[in-house]
């Protein structure tokens, strides 16, 4: 599933398997750690709200367009973290969860 700035991966597990989340936040797209780190932590934590509600999948959650500067880190927080809920809400609904 693709986003403006993200692209959602995953693979469908067994039923009962437990889901699991990597990030790909390379640093050709988000030159400082500090907004490499801010864009992981939107990540964790909407993964971590919605997990109840995801399929048993194992997700990869892949930063697709380049961010740039600290300015653009406390701007974007939301946007990130707005689309990484949609991108996880549309997969949840795409496979009958929700």
Request: with cysteine.
């Amino acid at each position: 599933m693709r986003g403006l700035n993200f692209v959602l991966h995953y693979l469908p597990l067994e039923a009962e398997s437990p889901v699991r989340l990597g990030l790909v936040i390379p640093k050709r797209l988000a030159k400082k750690a500090v907004l490499r780190n801010a864009i992981k932590r939107q990540g964790r934590e909407a993964f971590r709200l919605m997990a109840a509600e995801l399929p048993s999948c194992d997700f990869v959650l892949r930063l697709s367009r380049p961010q740039s500067g600290e300015k653009a880190k406390l701007s974007q927080r939301g946007i990130w973290r707005a689309e990484i809920d949609d991108l996880l809400l549309r997969l949840a609904k795409e496979r009958g969860l929700t």
